[in-house]
């Protein structure tokens, strides 16, 4: 049973940096490309960013280039999320995803999400 | 502004066949298949149809559909359960992204 587990939300001050994680299980890490995909209070779903399975390959959304950056561990089946400079329209419920295969993000499950407060 | 055009808000009786539309260009929904995620009461999000498969544990009332630039989901046979957030996803390579559609709120009257 594939499972994502997100962790590492919080409450941070703008301008103020924090790490997501999200850990998986139940299937071969490696070889599925991962998500991470965001949702503000009472607003609909946003695609963040994306890495293949080898991590050779990051997109990002233009909202968060720049500031955010995605990675994985593929010996420890862990995705990243390094998010620096920090606003108030990053506030959100953060998903990791996983995509449907190593190159192909398009997403088929969903881990119960992390929530990120920026706020002074 | 979305990528994806989805309708706001969709309602049907129990026992109805509904439909939900996903409209899009070339980059996006003509060119790759379309993901349809299930969001009830702002919780984690399901799959409940990609392309024209469906994943495991998921009613067969549930189906999908393209035409085009456009990507449908009927639920036949609505049930109250059915009542939640749709959002319809697929990649676009002229972005090279994730898209999404804002989301159809569907009501089971």
């Known amino acids: 049973e594939v499972q994502l587990v997100e962790s590492g939300g919080g409450l941070v001050q703008p301008g103020g940096s924090l790490r997501l994680s999200c850990a998986a299980s139940?299937?071969?890490?490696?070889?599925?490309?991962m998500n991470w995909v965001r949702q503000a209070p009472g607003k609909g779903l946003e695609w963040v960013s994306a890495?293949?399975?080898?991590?050779?390959?990051?997109y990002y959304a233009d909202s968060v280039k720049g500031r955010f950056t995605i990675s994985r561990d593929n010996s420890k089946n862990t995705l990243y999320l390094q998010m620096n400079i920090l606003r108030a329209d990053d506030t959100a419920v953060y998903y990791c995803?996983?995509?449907?295969?190593?190159?192909?993000?398009?997403?088929?499950?969903w881990g119960q999400g992390t929530l990120v407060t920026v706020s002074s | 502004q979305s990528a994806l055009t989805q309708e706001a808000s969709v309602s049907g009786t129990v026992g109805q066949k509904v439909t939900l539309s996903c409209t899009g260009n070339?980059?996006?929904?003509?060119?790759?298949?379309v993901g349809w995620y299930q969001q009830i009461s702002h919780g984690a999000p399901k799959t409940v149809m990609f392309?024209?498969s469906l994943p495991s544990g998921i009613p067969d009332r549930f189906s999908g559909s393209k035409s085009e630039t456009t990507a449908s989901l009927t639920i036949s046979g609505l049930q109250p359960e059915d009542e939640a957030d749709y959002y319809c996803?697929?990649?676009?390579?002229?972005?090279?992204?994730?898209?999404f559609g804002g989301g159809t709120k569907l009501t089971v009257l």
């Open positions: 995803a996983k995509g449907r295969g190593a190159v192909d993000i398009k997403i088929d499950y």
């Open positions: 139940g299937f071969t890490f490696s070889s599925y490309a």
């Open positions: 890495i293949s399975g080898s991590g050779d390959r990051t």
């Open positions: 070339s980059n996006n929904i003509g060119s790759y298949a």
């Open positions: 392309g024209n």
């Open positions: 996803s697929t990649w676009d390579y002229s972005l090279s992204a994730v898209v």
